[in-house]
């Protein structure tokens, strides 16, 4: 292991990587929508080895007492132990909580969905989206998967029936008002470097990551610094500056 | 004879999928689809068992986790096990045990992990059809597989495979899991009302139908075998 | 306790048992209606040295709204630790939950209650049924006990006052409508030999059990296996065609 | 003279029932009826105790579980601990710990499970009786047994033993429990709003009823050794 | 630590305490009420290098079945693994909630707030009153300290805005209707000397506590025993005779 | 220029208070407010880690806890750790390790426990601010002090230390914790919809007042250091 890891160092020093991709390139990155029939919408987003699956589930709830106005964003994310050896049994660890705090900061502060219009009866009956994200296999970067799942889940959504007293999961209505997206993409220091879509190796050796989610016009709407990483202002800099460009890849797929 | 929704016949399967090594993460995996109903099994081990003192000595401990995916079902299932679960659990464990050699792996456990990613009837049953061959694929050493399906009673004919809709139309509800080759029992429930001829003749439509499973689960190991030959 | 269970084996093996019994004989069994005042209806079941207690308790709740036409009803059980070195305080065990989940589904399948006859306001107030089962000394065969004992504190158990706002616990009104008696027989596995109403020495070395409930037609509504057993055909028919014959006597005693 | 509900006297005790040796699989156990309030009580130890970092090297540890059956009340009590059965837990331990011998058993445990099948007012002293009774009932040495009773004021009359109905009109409940031979004090709780005096006299009345308790409770174990004699 | 013990129980056989006081001599009493802007009312009591913060919070609720026409109080206490070494993070030990029981009866008994001035619409709507017991540094006593501290907070309290449909929490309004003081006294058990006020060196000895709420009248509403400890008769005597005279000096506090 | 409700200049912070040395217990404490918010932190360690096999052979563990008391803000948070709370520990947490030297206790852990009192924004870079001091009260070997402060952007221009109720107005809420001498980074989040100019104009404003919280962060504990010497 401690070999493994040393050797993987030496090699990013030197700007290469040990599956031999350039330090700011994604693995194979694909998008499958409409994957589970029983929810309103749902993605598969495989990078690489890694596969997660979301899933948008609606339901009638009562809205939050200061937003009488709008509908309800719920995103929750389970480490299940069927994806790696690391995931544990039992509620949701420190690291799932993070990763679904910043998948659900992405969409809620980029206005990704029109929350105005989830709205049925002000104070008394609004549309509540939940969002699960579900790790299929870990095998690095999940963040970037998982923000990028919940997205085309969310594109992929259509309303249910309702007709005043209870939802009707048969029908297959309107598509849910989205009318941002949101891409996260995670800038992965090792060493002194910075590189993207890290695998599982690379994760293991770094040391921490800087995660930048943008809007298609460029502003950002949500960061998170993981890990006991230190960041000079340049290299702050420089991330922010190129986090839309790699977005925009990423937005493209979906 | 009964017009079932779908148009299959009374003793026919839904249409069924098995892919193994689906989780590259995992010692073993599986995906098991059987009409609508989706059940991806994961193995890890075997491997040291922690904590020590619940070892055995002259065994492993076989721990198989069921859980539903939020949104596999229409109503989102909160994350976090149920009285239903718990119950699957056990009784999944129990179909699965007679057929590995847990005794080749003292002090050890084997951990068996299966998410329904959609559910239309039958996750139970999909469930120990996948975990079996995760096993098989994780190269656990085992007797036979395990194949296991759901039968029941409409306007008084039995019905093989059950969907969501017919569990409303059933007079029972009967999951069976079956060594194949030796066509013995490991799993046996029921909810119903029906006759004891009637349990009878449904076990045996069950076994006929795990029989058809078996050959499904078979190939995709061998497809497996084949691929990583291959490679 | 390694050579009393090599004995318990050899004398099953010849058709014998170490308390003298047949393979098809039960303990003394004893049902005692009325043991508790606080319940709407309670039932102590005694085979031979196990004891448990089965208490019914009414409320008025809102109906599922898949079934708004009906009753409530919730099954639960507890191990309590007075009962066995066995248990531990905490949450049900999974022995305990399954326990209470089989005896649910005899009821619940058997129709043993008129589930519509508890309906108050369809879709807004029905009777709930709790049928709590307390384990009081755990002497072998748990599930006979218990089924019998819920069945009995149901026969037993009579609606409390409802005025429209509140229930009045201290009236005692008319029986609940049971129609059927669901009973359970615990057919347990020891060697090749199938021996009804284990004890401890003899559940300690079982291989599982086959549990049926049938009711007084000889229907069956629930069956469950339990344990590593495995069950050849035969063996199954067998077991059915002899299930309805030993609930009939154990229904004599409720 | 106050009339009381049931037409007891003041000073007079509900009817009381005690039974030693109830639960076979118990090490020692009891049953203590005090009018509809009905306890069991189990006793498991001493044994050796587990995780092994919570032994005393000089002592062992008493462990006291008090739960109140779903159906014991007149509304149904959720299953599990509460935060007042977890302040009961703790007051009937330290209601016992003082006549157990635990200095004899060092690195041991003993528990002690009490259920209450039946509330009628006076659970935790109930408990308390037959605890007592089920520890020496296990032959685990002991200074003297502890009897308790709860005492109030109804009416300017101080009464013993209440009911729940009496509990509505009460001044003050006192619960009391007390080594009978030397009069000393185990467990006293108090809410209400009472003088001094009145604790002085009501204390005074409890220990009188916790006297005839004692003759109850050794009767009890009396019968039981005389039973297990004859066998 | 032995040592030390040994030096502590001889000295207080003797009548004398290692930081000098008198037996029954608290150390340094201080009182601070409104410490807390977010809460209706607090306090923060200091008894030595003992510090307990005490903060009372409104909200509205339904009231309980069987007093339709009050309010509700709920007394909550976190022992905060900040305050000692002793403490851990989790759910509240059967200490904090001893501790908290024990002053809610003292508060509740002796009918120190008017409850049934809280209610607003009967069986309806009423004022729930919440106080928090939050523990700063435990350097022995905490039951005097925060029996004393959630009484100042009550008495500091005031009534937030109400307009019929939610709480407005920037307005200050009212006091709330406080018409008795109940105060809470320890008295300690060292070998067989009973002492006030006592230091963690003499908690780490003692037998255990008679614990005496009572009123302005000299009338009590409270008591608890806690530790094994065992009373004779002339002792409680003794104790409820004074529990009256201490208490009147600490209710000058707040 | 921008005029805030409370008269400050955009970027100026609020009235800053710091002490350390504030609970008696603990091995190091200190109490921050920062306008109406107060953060209190303790810390315990570096001590022997149990359970023993979490341990780590070659550095520390640092243990940090964050919890809002009941009472701390306009409606009662319910005790017991929120998701919110989870997340913070951990961004708290990784904000102090990189300036602690955790691999001088091999096998020990560092608790640090903050306690939020008052909550009006801000909390978790009080808390940072709080338990830096604290780590340094406690004697903890460190390379240099964490300070922290958050900063946004209210009708185009950018302001530092936001209140709760310019929370309600910002364009962006972006906390950042740094280590004042070398000018690194520790924390960093953002919620907000701002260009990547913005972000990069408002770290070096957060920067700025960190520099003058450091500051007043020494000043404490050189206040506390003079105290314990003139004892």
Redesign the interface.
């Known amino acids: 292991m401690r070999v493994q890891n040393e050797y993987v160092l030496k090699l990013i020093e030197k700007g290469e990587r040990i599956d031999g991709r350039a330090l700011d390139e994604y693995r194979l990155v694909q998008v499958e929508k409409g994957v589970?029939?029983?929810?309103e919408g749902?993605a598969r987003v495989k990078i690489g080895?890694t596969?997660v699956?979301a899933?948008?589930?609606l339901?009638v709830e009562q809205p939050f007492?200061d937003k009488p106005e709008e509908g309800l964003l719920i995103v929750?994310a389970?480490f299940?132990?069927?994806?790696?050896?690391l995931f544990e049994?039992g509620?949701?660890s420190?690291e799932a909580?993070?990763l679904?705090?910043v998948v659900d900061?992405g969409i809620?502060?980029?206005?990704a969905i029109q929350m105005e219009k989830l709205c049925i009866e002000p104070g008394e009956k609004a549309w509540a989206v939940?969002i699960?994200i579900?790790i299929?296999?870990?095998?690095g970067n999940l963040l970037d998967a998982s923000a990028l799942a919940a997205l085309a889940a969310l594109l992929d959504a259509r309303f249910p029936g309702w007709d005043g007293q209870?939802v009707d999961?048969t029908v297959r209505g309107d598509k849910l008002p989205i009318q941002h997206k949101p891409i996260a993409v995670s800038f992965t220091k090792v060493g002194n470097t910075f590189l993207l879509d890290p695998n599982l190796e690379e994760e293991s050796v770094m040391e921490?990551k800087?995660i930048i989610t943008s809007?298609e016009d460029?502003?950002?709407?949500?960061?998170?610094?993981?890990?006991?990483?230190?960041?000079?202002?340049e290299e702050?800099?420089d991330l922010?500056?190129k986090?839309?460009k790699y977005a925009e890849k990423l937005r493209r797929m979906v | 004879m009964l017009k079932r929704a779908d148009g299959r016949k009374p003793e026919e399967l839904r249409p069924i999928t098995i892919r193994a090594g689906v989780i590259e993460q995992a010692n073993g995996s599986a995906l098991v689809q059987m009409g609508k109903t989706t059940a991806v099994a994961a193995v890890y081990g075997p491997k040291s068992m922690y904590p020590r003192h619940l070892r055995l000595p002259d065994r492993a401990v076989l721990e198989t986790i069921y859980a539903m995916v939020p949104f596999s079902t229409k109503e989102r299932v909160r994350p976090g096990p149920s009285r239903r679960s718990i119950e699957l659990c056990k009784v999944i464990r129990q179909a699965l045990e007679p057929v590995i050699f847990l005794e080749e792996f003292p002090k050890a456990q084997i951990d068996v992990y299966i998410d329904i990613l959609q559910a239309d009837a039958g996750t139970r049953t999909a469930a120990i059809n996948a975990a079996s061959v995760a096993l098989a694929d994780a190269g656990v050493p085992m007797r036979d597989l395990v194949s296991a399906v759901a039968v029941g009673k409409i306007d008084g004919e039995y019905v093989l495979d059950l969907t969501s809709e017919e569990e409303d139309l059933t007079a029972c509800d009967l999951p069976v899991a079956v060594i194949p080759r030796k066509e013995q029992v490991t799993l046996m429930q029921l909810d119903g009302d029906v006759s004891p001829e009637d349990v009878k003749k449904l076990v045996r439509l069950a076994l006929k139908g795990c029989q058809t499973i078996y050959q499904k689960q078979r190939e995709a190991l061998k497809r497996r075998w084949i691929d990583e030959g291959a490679k």
Chains 1, 3, 5 share one sequence.
């Open positions: 589970i029939q029983n929810a749902s080895n596969e699956l899933g948008v589930k339901a007492p929750n389970e299940s132990p069927i994806a790696s050896p049994t509620p949701p420190e909580i993070e679904a705090r900061r809620r502060e980029s206005k939940f699960d579900h299929i296999n870990h095998a209870k999961y921490g800087l809007k460029g502003n950002i709407c949500a960061i998170q610094k993981t890990g006991p990483l230190v960041l000079r202002l702050i800099d922010l500056g986090a839309g």
